[in-house]
């Protein structure tokens, strides 16, 4: 059972477009929603994150639009740069004291045409 | 940011083999934690430990795996014997809180 969603498994947009990037997730006990971009041969890095106490998060082009009605929660990279090609990864995780841990979806390839 | 390293960047190995893939952590993090990821796909969680105890095991973590701080400071993730499937590059990350992981440049694993 997988559970955090992530879609589209890739995606290209041309350079100065928004890129919209989804995942969906099933546990409700879930309270921390951050994504993380992964360069090729690179580690993966924190790029923003959210909790549901609120339903957006923005840090310069980068947006999380939140949905905790239907477990959904997106990231909208506004004026797509070609540097902003790399790979996506949402993931989620509750606050379970000494037991953080996150849970990954697959990720999304993210292609920025110039 | 934070440094986390990891030692050996990369190793190639004959299957059945023993394997030790090696972690320093970010010195006053209490949360610890290794994933594997076949071709820059999904980051698959292994095993996490906090304040140096290890608090969840998943089902990916087979017999075959072993978890260990050695001196109190670094990890250890030691995969004997090696089978074909674990080729992939094996991650640590650290953090301070839970939330923001610190992850190393990875261990890339060639089994053969």
């Known amino acids: 059972q997988q559970q955090v969603r992530q879609s589209p498994q890739s995606l290209t947009v041309w350079e100065g477009e928004t890129a919209i990037l989804n995942c969906s997730y099933e546990d409700s006990t879930f309270d921390y929603f951050p994504w993380y971009h992964q360069f090729p041969g690179e580690s993966p890095a924190l790029l923003i994150a959210?909790?549901?106490?609120?339903n957006k998060k923005e840090d310069g082009r980068f947006t999380i639009f939140f949905n905790k009605r239907e477990k959904k929660f997106s990231l909208h990279i506004a004026d797509s740069q070609p540097g902003d090609s790399a790979t996506y990864f949402c993931a989620a995780s509750n606050s379970g004291g000494s037991n953080y841990k996150l849970t990954f979806g697959k990720g999304t390839l993210l292609t920025v045409t110039p | 940011g934070p440094k986390v390293l990891q030692i050996p960047s990369h190793q190639i190995i004959d299957m059945g083999q023993m394997v030790t893939l090696n972690c320093d952590p970010v010195?006053?993090?209490?949360?610890f934690y290794w994933y594997k990821q076949i071709l820059g796909q999904q980051m698959e969680f292994l095993v996490n430990?906090?304040?140096?105890?290890?608090?969840?095991k998943s089902k990916l973590f087979k017999d075959q795996f072993s978890v260990e701080r050695p001196d109190g400071s670094y990890f250890t993730l030691k995969i004997q014997p090696t089978a074909l499937e674990d080729s992939a590059v094996y991650f640590c990350?650290?953090?301070?809180?839970?939330?923001?992981?610190?992850f190393g440049e990875g261990s890339r694993l060639i089994v053969v």
């Open positions: 010195s006053n993090h209490l949360y």
């Open positions: 990350a650290s953090s301070s809180s839970g939330n923001t992981l610190y």
């Open positions: 430990f906090y304040n140096g105890k290890v608090m969840e």
């Open positions: 959210i909790r549901p106490v609120s």
